[in-house]
């Protein structure tokens, strides 16, 4: 398998990095940093989620962040919706692009969104079916993939199952997500040909946590197996609501710092990046979750 010459960030650092945070973040800065991560060159930005402010009581905003960012032409700005009206919510704002999520594991599913896996699926039938009447573009995601918090390891087949169903139903692009962090570069090597044989491995990207701190890892474990999408955060903010421990996302410097170092095009200025995850964590009050971050502000100090 050819280590792709291009790869796509999905910069989740708005959505599912600030979705987790207790102190009340203003639109102004959620704006701030969706700006800040374009003018880095960031061309796929997942600005908020519309969901119940009862459930994600962070993503409140989201309509007022969508209607405030200084659009760049050539840049993706995408919402979770995983309903209906959620969607329609998003489609009122201007999103021309949307993400549902499944999980692997039924306990998740249940813990998640109180539902089972097949459940949580026909949920998702009327909004692609409203997608597809609006030329809106569904991005699927996929929980657990590599470990659940409450079923443990989770088969790959079982994996390949639900990424089959979204990827049939409409969804381009299909994430799978290792929520926990628990992987390995081996084990995310092994569910890429299982999910593979299943789903295309172009419409396939990954979407790791650094628990255990092999995210980077399992990154590199992608490349070689000819994947070219990954989602990540900036400063590493994040984690799961629903996953006891589990840590932020991989910070997009980290995964940044690897590409660069592999000759692997992203037209990411490193330096912006840095500079957007230092101001968010200022905001937050909260010390850069990214190594790389950390190391060059050190030798800039």
């Not at 079916?129 to 409450?150: D, F, H, M, Q, T």
């Not at 701190?213 to 070689?224: D, E």
């Not at 230092?278 to 905001?283: D, M, P, S």
Request: charge should be negative.
């Amino acid at each position: 398998m050819n280590i792709p010459r291009k790869v796509r960030l999905v910069e989740v650092g708005p959505r599912d990095g600030l979705q987790n945070e207790k102190q009340p973040i203003s639109v102004a800065d959620k704006v701030r940093l969706v700006d800040d991560l374009t003018a880095a060159g960031l061309g796929y930005v997942e600005v908020g989620s519309f969901v119940s402010p009862k459930w994600v009581p962070q993503m409140a905003g989201s309509a007022e962040v969508f209607a405030q960012i200084q659009r760049k032409a050539g840049v993706t700005y995408a919402a979770l919706a995983p309903n209906l009206k959620g969607f329609e919510a998003a489609v009122e704002s201007g999103v021309k692009e949307v993400a549902v999520f499944a999980a692997a594991s039924e306990s998740f599913s249940q813990k998640n969104i109180n539902c089972s896996i097949a459940e949580s699926l026909e949920r998702f039938v009327p909004v692609m079916e409203a997608a597809k009447a609006n030329g809106i573009s569904v991005r699927g995601y996929v929980s657990c993939v590599l470990g659940c918090p409450y079923d443990g390891e989770v088969p790959a087949e079982q994996v390949a199952a639900v990424a089959a169903e979204l990827y049939a139903m409409g969804c381009y692009e299909v994430s799978l997500g290792d929520t926990i962090g628990t992987g390995t570069a081996g084990a995310t090597r092994h569910l890429i040909n299982v999910v593979g044989t299943r789903v295309p491995r172009d419409k396939l990207a990954g979407h790791f946590h650094d628990t255990f701190g092999q995210a980077v890892a399992n990154i590199h474990a992608s490349l070689l197996e000819g994947i070219a999408v990954f989602d990540s955060s900036v400063a590493g903010l994040g984690g799961c609501p629903y996953a006891k421990g589990a840590t932020g996302n991989v910070a997009t410097e980290d995964v940044l710092y690897l590409l660069n170092g592999m000759g692997i095009e992203t037209g990411i200025d490193m330096d912006k990046l840095v500079d957007a995850g230092q101001r968010i964590c200022a905001v937050l009050g909260k010390e850069n979750g990214s190594r790389v971050a950390r190391a060059i502000l050190a030798k800039q100090s």
